[in-house]
Protein backbone atom coordinates (compact mmCIF):
# COMPACT_ATOMS: atom_id res chain seq x y z
CA UNK A 1 0.00 0.00 0.00
CA UNK A 2 1.32 3.11 -1.28
CA UNK A 3 2.05 5.46 2.16
CA UNK A 4 -0.06 8.71 2.01
CA UNK A 5 1.18 12.34 2.24
CA UNK A 6 0.35 13.73 6.00
CA UNK A 7 -2.88 16.99 5.17
CA UNK A 8 -0.21 19.45 6.87
CA UNK A 9 2.50 18.70 4.01
CA UNK A 10 -0.06 18.95 1.13
CA UNK A 11 -1.46 21.99 2.23
CA UNK A 12 2.12 23.96 2.77
CA UNK A 13 3.54 22.56 -0.09
CA UNK A 14 0.71 23.46 -2.61
CA UNK A 15 0.04 26.50 -1.02
CA UNK A 16 3.95 27.84 -0.55
CA UNK A 17 4.39 26.94 -4.34
CA UNK A 18 0.93 29.04 -5.48
CA UNK A 19 2.47 31.97 -2.84
CA UNK A 20 6.05 31.33 -4.54
CA UNK A 21 4.32 31.93 -8.44
CA UNK A 22 2.51 34.70 -7.20
CA UNK A 23 5.56 36.03 -5.94
CA UNK A 24 7.64 35.50 -8.75
CA UNK A 25 4.79 36.59 -10.93
CA UNK A 26 4.38 40.31 -8.88
CA UNK A 27 7.97 41.01 -9.09
CA UNK A 28 8.10 40.23 -12.85
CA UNK A 29 5.30 42.33 -13.54
CA UNK A 30 6.60 45.37 -11.50
CA UNK A 31 10.40 45.06 -13.15
CA UNK A 32 8.60 44.88 -16.61
CA UNK A 33 6.26 47.85 -16.39
CA UNK A 34 8.91 50.20 -14.68
CA UNK A 35 11.19 49.46 -17.41
CA UNK A 36 8.54 49.04 -20.90
CA UNK A 37 5.66 51.59 -19.63
CA UNK A 38 6.49 52.98 -15.89
CA UNK A 39 3.99 55.79 -15.95
CA UNK A 40 1.25 52.71 -16.13
CA UNK A 41 3.65 50.76 -13.58
CA UNK A 42 1.20 50.97 -10.39
CA UNK A 43 -1.92 50.03 -11.84
CA UNK A 44 -0.05 47.04 -13.30
CA UNK A 45 1.32 45.75 -10.27
CA UNK A 46 -1.90 46.76 -8.24
CA UNK A 47 -4.16 44.54 -11.05
CA UNK A 48 -1.32 41.61 -10.74
CA UNK A 49 -2.08 41.76 -7.23
CA UNK A 50 -5.42 41.61 -7.01
CA UNK A 51 -5.50 38.87 -9.59
CA UNK A 52 -3.22 36.80 -7.75
CA UNK A 53 -5.19 37.22 -4.45
CA UNK A 54 -8.32 35.93 -6.36
CA UNK A 55 -6.52 33.08 -7.34
CA UNK A 56 -5.36 32.48 -4.03
CA UNK A 57 -8.39 32.55 -2.58
CA UNK A 58 -10.28 30.27 -5.56
CA UNK A 59 -7.05 28.34 -5.02
CA UNK A 60 -7.36 27.68 -1.10
CA UNK A 61 -10.75 26.88 -1.62
CA UNK A 62 -10.70 24.33 -3.91
CA UNK A 63 -7.97 22.77 -1.58
CA UNK A 64 -9.31 22.90 1.71
CA UNK A 65 -12.65 21.25 -0.29
CA UNK A 66 -10.75 18.53 -1.80
CA UNK A 67 -8.61 17.58 1.34
CA UNK A 68 -10.80 18.60 4.48
CA UNK A 69 -14.41 19.35 3.64
CA UNK A 70 -15.20 16.35 1.32
CA UNK A 71 -13.45 14.24 3.93
CA UNK A 72 -15.55 15.21 6.30
CA UNK A 73 -19.18 14.90 4.55
CA UNK A 74 -17.87 11.80 3.44
CA UNK A 75 -16.69 10.37 7.38
CA UNK A 76 -20.39 12.04 8.47
CA UNK A 77 -22.01 10.62 5.83
CA UNK A 78 -20.79 6.98 7.44
CA UNK A 79 -21.52 8.35 10.86
CA UNK A 80 -25.25 9.34 9.98
CA UNK A 81 -25.44 6.00 8.78
CA UNK A 82 -24.44 4.21 11.76
CA UNK A 83 -26.64 6.26 14.10
CA UNK A 84 -29.73 5.36 11.64
CA UNK A 85 -28.61 1.93 12.41
CA UNK A 86 -26.55 0.43 9.30
CA UNK A 87 -23.60 -1.13 11.09
CA UNK A 88 -22.49 -1.98 8.25
CA UNK A 89 -21.24 1.47 6.70
CA UNK A 90 -17.87 2.10 6.43
CA UNK A 91 -15.68 5.48 5.86
CA UNK A 92 -14.13 5.98 2.63
CA UNK A 93 -10.29 5.98 2.55
CA UNK A 94 -8.48 10.02 1.71
CA UNK A 95 -6.38 11.24 -0.25
CA UNK A 96 -4.19 12.01 3.14
CA UNK A 97 -2.78 10.25 6.06
CA UNK A 98 -4.66 11.94 8.32
CA UNK A 99 -8.35 11.56 7.25
CA UNK A 100 -7.17 7.77 6.18
CA UNK A 101 -6.44 7.19 9.77
CA UNK A 102 -9.20 9.08 10.94
CA UNK A 103 -11.87 6.91 8.47
CA UNK A 104 -9.85 3.58 9.43
CA UNK A 105 -10.41 4.54 13.28
CA UNK A 106 -14.11 5.03 12.84
CA UNK A 107 -14.16 1.91 10.78
CA UNK A 108 -12.56 -0.36 13.47
CA UNK A 109 -15.13 1.73 16.07
CA UNK A 110 -18.24 0.51 14.45
CA UNK A 111 -16.24 -2.87 14.01
CA UNK A 112 -16.03 -3.12 17.84
CA UNK A 113 -19.86 -1.70 17.99
CA UNK A 114 -20.50 -4.42 15.56
CA UNK A 115 -18.82 -7.23 17.89
CA UNK A 116 -19.92 -5.57 21.08
CA UNK A 117 -23.47 -5.73 19.62
CA UNK A 118 -23.18 -9.59 18.36
CA UNK A 119 -22.07 -10.73 21.74
CA UNK A 120 -24.48 -8.47 23.92
CA UNK A 121 -27.10 -10.58 21.60
CA UNK A 122 -25.18 -13.74 22.03
CA UNK A 123 -25.13 -13.72 25.80
CA UNK A 124 -28.97 -12.92 25.65
CA UNK A 125 -29.43 -16.06 23.61
CA UNK A 126 -27.23 -17.92 25.96
CA UNK A 127 -29.04 -17.04 28.98
CA UNK A 128 -32.50 -17.88 27.37
CA UNK A 129 -31.10 -21.02 25.97
CA UNK A 130 -29.67 -21.89 29.00
CA UNK A 131 -32.95 -21.87 31.18
CA UNK A 132 -34.49 -23.85 28.09
CA UNK A 133 -31.30 -26.40 28.39
CA UNK A 134 -31.99 -26.57 32.49
CA UNK A 135 -36.15 -27.32 31.96
CA UNK A 136 -35.62 -29.50 29.49
CA UNK A 137 -33.02 -31.62 31.12
CA UNK A 138 -35.49 -31.58 33.80
CA UNK A 139 -38.17 -32.45 32.45
CA UNK A 140 -36.87 -34.68 29.81
CA UNK A 141 -34.06 -36.61 31.35
CA UNK A 142 -36.00 -38.61 33.52
CA UNK A 143 -38.57 -39.70 31.92
CA UNK A 144 -35.89 -40.39 28.84
CA UNK A 145 -34.23 -42.75 31.47
CA UNK A 146 -37.28 -44.60 32.52
CA UNK A 147 -37.57 -45.09 28.63
CA UNK A 148 -34.40 -46.06 28.26
CA UNK A 149 -34.64 -49.05 30.91
CA UNK A 150 -38.57 -49.74 29.78
CA UNK A 151 -36.46 -50.92 26.35
CA UNK A 152 -34.04 -52.46 28.11
CA UNK A 153 -36.64 -54.56 29.79
CA UNK A 154 -38.83 -55.41 26.17
CA UNK A 155 -35.38 -56.37 24.79
CA UNK A 156 -34.88 -58.98 27.69
CA UNK A 157 -38.54 -60.08 27.21
CA UNK A 158 -38.12 -61.29 23.85
CA UNK A 159 -39.48 -58.14 22.24
CA UNK A 160 -38.83 -57.37 18.78
CA UNK A 161 -35.40 -57.04 18.12
CA UNK A 162 -35.73 -54.37 14.68
CA UNK A 163 -38.24 -52.18 16.85
CA UNK A 164 -36.20 -52.12 20.30
CA UNK A 165 -33.27 -50.83 18.56
CA UNK A 166 -35.03 -48.16 16.72
CA UNK A 167 -36.60 -47.05 19.98
CA UNK A 168 -33.12 -46.91 21.74
CA UNK A 169 -31.49 -44.94 18.31
CA UNK A 170 -34.41 -42.49 18.85
CA UNK A 171 -33.71 -42.20 22.95
CA UNK A 172 -29.94 -41.91 21.83
CA UNK A 173 -30.95 -39.08 19.61
CA UNK A 174 -32.89 -37.28 21.95
CA UNK A 175 -29.89 -37.40 24.44
CA UNK A 176 -28.10 -36.05 22.16
CA UNK A 177 -30.01 -33.16 21.48
CA UNK A 178 -29.92 -32.44 25.47
CA UNK A 179 -26.78 -32.38 25.42
CA UNK A 180 -25.87 -30.51 23.14
CA UNK A 181 -28.05 -27.54 24.19
CA UNK A 182 -26.23 -28.37 27.46
CA UNK A 183 -22.92 -28.22 26.12
CA UNK A 184 -24.10 -24.68 24.02
CA UNK A 185 -24.88 -23.33 27.25
CA UNK A 186 -22.44 -23.89 29.83
CA UNK A 187 -20.43 -21.63 30.41
CA UNK A 188 -16.47 -22.58 30.59
CA UNK A 189 -13.81 -21.43 33.72
CA UNK A 190 -11.18 -23.50 33.02
CA UNK A 191 -8.16 -21.21 31.96
CA UNK A 192 -6.99 -21.14 27.90
CA UNK A 193 -3.37 -22.78 28.04
CA UNK A 194 -0.75 -23.79 25.42
CA UNK A 195 -1.84 -26.44 22.31
CA UNK A 196 0.15 -27.62 19.66
CA UNK A 197 -2.63 -27.32 17.26
CA UNK A 198 -0.63 -30.15 14.64
CA UNK A 199 -1.53 -32.38 17.74
CA UNK A 200 -5.20 -31.50 17.87
CA UNK A 201 -5.70 -31.16 14.32
CA UNK A 202 -4.00 -34.27 13.61
CA UNK A 203 -5.89 -36.19 16.36
CA UNK A 204 -9.13 -34.80 14.89
CA UNK A 205 -8.39 -35.53 11.24
CA UNK A 206 -7.17 -39.24 12.08
CA UNK A 207 -10.17 -40.19 14.63
CA UNK A 208 -12.49 -39.43 11.55
CA UNK A 209 -10.36 -41.26 9.51
CA UNK A 210 -10.52 -44.41 11.57
CA UNK A 211 -14.50 -44.17 12.11
CA UNK A 212 -14.58 -44.08 8.25
CA UNK A 213 -16.24 -40.49 8.26
CA UNK A 214 -13.93 -39.53 5.54
CA UNK A 215 -14.19 -43.01 3.18
CA UNK A 216 -17.05 -40.48 0.84
CA UNK A 217 -15.00 -37.92 0.19
CA UNK A 218 -11.32 -36.86 -0.78
CA UNK A 219 -10.01 -35.31 2.70
CA UNK A 220 -6.11 -33.86 2.82
CA UNK A 221 -4.63 -32.55 5.87
CA UNK A 222 -2.20 -29.79 4.88
CA UNK A 223 0.15 -29.03 8.77
CA UNK A 224 3.35 -27.08 7.98
CA UNK A 225 6.10 -28.29 10.50
CA UNK A 226 6.57 -24.72 12.15
CA UNK A 227 2.99 -24.40 13.74
CA UNK A 228 3.30 -21.99 16.72
CA UNK A 229 1.40 -23.45 20.35
CA UNK A 230 -1.55 -21.33 20.20
CA UNK A 231 -3.50 -20.44 23.65
CA UNK A 232 -7.11 -23.03 23.97
CA UNK A 233 -8.09 -26.03 25.41
CA UNK A 234 -7.32 -28.81 23.44
CA UNK A 235 -11.02 -31.05 23.81
CA UNK A 236 -12.74 -27.92 23.00
CA UNK A 237 -10.86 -27.32 19.89
CA UNK A 238 -11.13 -30.76 18.82
CA UNK A 239 -14.28 -30.97 19.14
CA UNK A 240 -14.96 -27.37 17.29
CA UNK A 241 -12.24 -28.88 14.56
CA UNK A 242 -14.77 -31.96 14.26
CA UNK A 243 -17.57 -30.69 14.01
CA UNK A 244 -16.73 -28.49 11.16
CA UNK A 245 -15.13 -31.78 9.55
CA UNK A 246 -18.81 -33.07 9.84
CA UNK A 247 -20.37 -30.38 8.62
CA UNK A 248 -18.00 -30.47 5.43
CA UNK A 249 -18.34 -33.82 4.84
CA UNK A 250 -22.34 -33.43 4.53
CA UNK A 251 -21.93 -30.59 2.73
CA UNK A 252 -19.39 -32.28 -0.28
CA UNK A 253 -20.15 -36.08 0.27
CA UNK A 254 -18.20 -36.80 -2.62
CA UNK A 255 -15.93 -33.76 -3.19
CA UNK A 256 -12.92 -32.39 -2.07
CA UNK A 257 -12.44 -31.38 1.89
CA UNK A 258 -8.83 -29.75 3.55
CA UNK A 259 -8.00 -29.35 6.90
CA UNK A 260 -5.15 -27.04 7.68
CA UNK A 261 -3.38 -24.50 9.36
CA UNK A 262 -0.77 -21.77 9.19
CA UNK A 263 1.72 -19.13 11.13
CA UNK A 264 -1.06 -16.00 10.66
CA UNK A 265 -0.85 -12.29 11.51
CA UNK A 266 -4.25 -11.64 12.33
CA UNK A 267 -6.07 -8.88 9.99
CA UNK A 268 -9.20 -8.12 10.65
CA UNK A 269 -10.00 -6.76 7.08
CA UNK A 270 -10.33 -8.88 4.40
CA UNK A 271 -7.13 -10.21 2.70
CA UNK A 272 -6.25 -12.59 -0.21
CA UNK A 273 -3.73 -14.94 0.98
CA UNK A 274 -2.18 -18.23 -0.59
CA UNK A 275 -1.33 -21.43 0.36
CA UNK A 276 1.78 -22.94 -0.13
CA UNK A 277 0.90 -25.55 -2.62
CA UNK A 278 -0.96 -22.31 -4.55
CA UNK A 279 0.74 -21.92 -7.75
CA UNK A 280 2.50 -18.46 -8.13
CA UNK A 281 0.39 -16.70 -10.33
CA UNK A 282 -3.29 -18.14 -8.96
CA UNK A 283 -5.67 -15.80 -8.01
CA UNK A 284 -8.85 -16.75 -6.13
CA UNK A 285 -12.33 -13.72 -6.15
CA UNK A 286 -13.54 -13.21 -2.80
CA UNK A 287 -16.72 -11.90 -2.24
CA UNK A 288 -17.00 -8.20 -0.11
CA UNK A 289 -17.54 -9.34 3.39
CA UNK A 290 -16.25 -8.69 7.07
CA UNK A 291 -14.09 -10.92 9.40
CA UNK A 292 -14.61 -10.34 13.24
CA UNK A 293 -12.41 -8.49 15.64
CA UNK A 294 -12.26 -8.67 19.24
CA UNK A 295 -10.69 -6.11 21.46
CA UNK A 296 -8.15 -8.39 22.76
CA UNK A 297 -6.78 -9.40 19.17
CA UNK A 298 -4.90 -6.36 17.66
CA UNK A 299 -4.02 -6.47 14.12
CA UNK A 300 -0.66 -7.67 13.18
CA UNK A 301 -1.09 -9.84 16.55
CA UNK A 302 0.43 -13.53 15.84
CA UNK A 303 -0.96 -16.35 15.85
CA UNK A 304 -2.55 -19.68 14.07
CA UNK A 305 -5.23 -19.39 11.37
CA UNK A 306 -7.02 -22.54 11.08
CA UNK A 307 -9.22 -23.46 7.88
CA UNK A 308 -11.55 -26.45 6.71
CA UNK A 309 -12.32 -25.97 3.23
CA UNK A 310 -14.72 -27.80 1.34
CA UNK A 311 -15.80 -28.39 -2.64
CA UNK A 312 -19.55 -28.41 -1.52
CA UNK A 313 -22.37 -25.52 -2.76
CA UNK A 314 -21.21 -22.95 -0.18
CA UNK A 315 -23.41 -20.77 1.87
CA UNK A 316 -25.97 -18.91 0.85
CA UNK A 317 -24.95 -15.04 1.61
CA UNK A 318 -28.73 -14.36 3.42
CA UNK A 319 -27.58 -17.13 5.59
CA UNK A 320 -23.86 -16.24 6.24
CA UNK A 321 -25.22 -13.74 9.09
CA UNK A 322 -26.99 -16.49 10.62
CA UNK A 323 -25.00 -19.39 10.38
CA UNK A 324 -23.46 -19.40 13.79
CA UNK A 325 -26.74 -18.89 15.37
CA UNK A 326 -28.09 -21.55 17.62
CA UNK A 327 -31.34 -23.80 16.19
CA UNK A 328 -30.41 -21.93 12.40
CA UNK A 329 -29.43 -24.90 9.80
CA UNK A 330 -29.54 -25.53 6.22
CA UNK A 331 -30.10 -29.52 6.50
CA UNK A 332 -33.01 -30.96 5.56
CA UNK A 333 -35.61 -31.53 9.03
CA UNK A 334 -34.28 -34.33 10.66
CA UNK A 335 -30.40 -34.01 9.51
CA UNK A 336 -29.37 -31.62 12.08
CA UNK A 337 -30.51 -29.17 15.05
CA UNK A 338 -28.63 -26.32 14.41
CA UNK A 339 -26.46 -26.18 17.15
CA UNK A 340 -23.16 -27.48 15.29
CA UNK A 341 -22.11 -24.82 14.51
CA UNK A 342 -23.06 -22.73 17.41
CA UNK A 343 -21.25 -24.53 19.63
CA UNK A 344 -18.10 -23.87 17.74
CA UNK A 345 -18.63 -20.17 17.69
CA UNK A 346 -19.18 -20.41 21.30
CA UNK A 347 -16.06 -22.82 22.13
CA UNK A 348 -13.73 -20.35 20.22
CA UNK A 349 -14.99 -17.30 21.96
CA UNK A 350 -14.28 -19.28 25.08
CA UNK A 351 -10.69 -19.88 23.83
CA UNK A 352 -9.91 -16.38 23.08
CA UNK A 353 -10.19 -16.73 19.33
CA UNK A 354 -12.87 -15.42 16.51
CA UNK A 355 -14.31 -17.47 13.76
CA UNK A 356 -15.80 -16.70 10.50
CA UNK A 357 -16.71 -17.93 6.84
CA UNK A 358 -15.54 -17.15 3.55
CA UNK A 359 -15.92 -18.90 0.09
CA UNK A 360 -13.52 -21.48 -0.32
CA UNK A 361 -10.74 -21.98 -3.22
CA UNK A 362 -12.61 -25.57 -3.75
CA UNK A 363 -15.85 -23.88 -4.43
CA UNK A 364 -17.52 -24.58 -1.48
CA UNK A 365 -17.20 -22.62 2.41
CA UNK A 366 -14.09 -21.79 4.24
CA UNK A 367 -15.03 -21.62 8.04
CA UNK A 368 -11.57 -20.24 9.09
CA UNK A 369 -10.13 -19.81 12.87
CA UNK A 370 -7.47 -17.66 14.26
CA UNK A 371 -5.93 -17.86 17.97
CA UNK A 372 -3.23 -15.49 18.98
CA UNK A 373 0.41 -17.10 19.83
CA UNK A 374 0.73 -18.54 23.48
CA UNK A 375 2.76 -15.81 25.22
CA UNK A 376 1.51 -13.25 23.15
Request: hydrophobic share 50%.
Amino acid sequence: MAVKPPLRTVLLVQLAFLAATALILGVATSLLASTLAPERAFPLVLAVVAGDVVIFIAFGHYLVTRLILKPLRRLMASADAVIAGDLDARAPQAETDDFSTLADRFNRMTDHLLDAQSQLVRAEKLASVGRLAAGIAHEIGNPLGGAATYVEVLRKRGGDREVTDALARELDRIDRIVRSLLDYARPHDEAPQPVSVAVVLTAAFELLQAQGTLRSVRARLDLPADLPAVLGRAHLLEQAVVNLLLNAVDAAPDGDLVLGARPWAYQPARLITRRASDAADAFFPRAPGRRPSRSEISAGAPGVLIFVADSGPGVRPGDREQIFEPFFTTKEPGRGTGLGLAIVARAVYDMGGVVWLEQAREGGAAFKLFFPEAGK
